[in-house]
């Protein structure tokens, strides 16, 4: 059964780099023809992509987030991860790693999620 | 401002029908791209409901059904029960710019 967790600090300096990552249990992230992603939910607000990988390495940003967003793949611990620029207040958010079917489809299984605060 | 445009909130009570509407566009719902939703309950991940618009996962009652039709989507719950109280939200491919995965601003179902 495929399983996601995520790790990382819950607080962020505001201008400093966000950084999570999230371990893959019951799959291999290297994958043939695995999707990888994250999806975000600031408080009291709605959910947003982040962005997601394809296991050759390709990715796909949400254009909103694009020019500050990094995600990556780390085949030998079985992970990947998400790196977040330049961080606000406005990047307080639960984060959750997710399995992407397909780049343009659904997302199955969710991690429980991780609250990042963003402050100084 | 998402993408997607659902109502904030609906009512029922047990045992009703009630359907939640995801109002999108030409380049999302209306360029055929499939709709999913998602239910959350608060503190824990969200679910997958329907996948492909109107299939359900292993697991999933056959109370929940999705549909589509032209640029909208609709989530449809017969027999409410009380524990269908939470947050509900569709989800599609956007064409435009790049491609991206948007979601809907959500609804919030509360049963009476």
């Known amino acids: 059964q495929l399983q996601l967790q995520e790790s990382g600090p819950g607080l962020v300096k505001p201008s400093e780099t966000l950084s999570l990552t999230c371990n893959v249990s019951g799959a291999s992230v290297s994958g043939f023809g695995s999707y990888w992603g994250w999806i975000r939910q600031p408080p009291g607000k709605g959910l947003e992509w982040i962005g997601s990988i394809y296991f050759s390495g390709s990715t796909y940003y949400n254009p909103s987030l694009k020019s500050r967003v990094t995600i990556s793949v780390d085949t030998s611990k079985n992970q990947f991860s998400l790196n977040l620029s330049s961080v606000t207040a406005a990047d307080t958010a639960v984060y959750y790693c997710v399995k992407p079917v397909a780049r343009r489809e659904w997302f199955d299984p969710w991690g429980q999620g991780t609250l990042v605060t963003v402050s100084s | ?112």
């Open chain 2, 1 to 112: 401002q998402s993408e997607l445009t659902q109502p904030p909130s609906v009512s029922g009570a047990p045992g009703q029908r009630v359907t939640i509407s995801c109002t999108g566009s030409g380049s999302n719902i209306g360029s055929d791209y499939d709709v999913h939703w998602y239910q959350h309950l608060p503190g824990t991940a969200p679910k997958l409901l329907i996948f492909g618009t109107s299939n359900r996962p292993s697991g999933v009652p056959d109370r929940f059904s999705g549909s589509k039709s032209g640029t909208s989507a609709s989530l449809a719950i017969t027999g409410l029960q009380a524990d269908d109280e939470a947050d509900y939200y569709c989800q599609s491919y956007d064409s435009s710019l790049s491609g991206f995965v948007v979601f809907g601003g959500g609804t919030k179902l509360t049963v009476l």
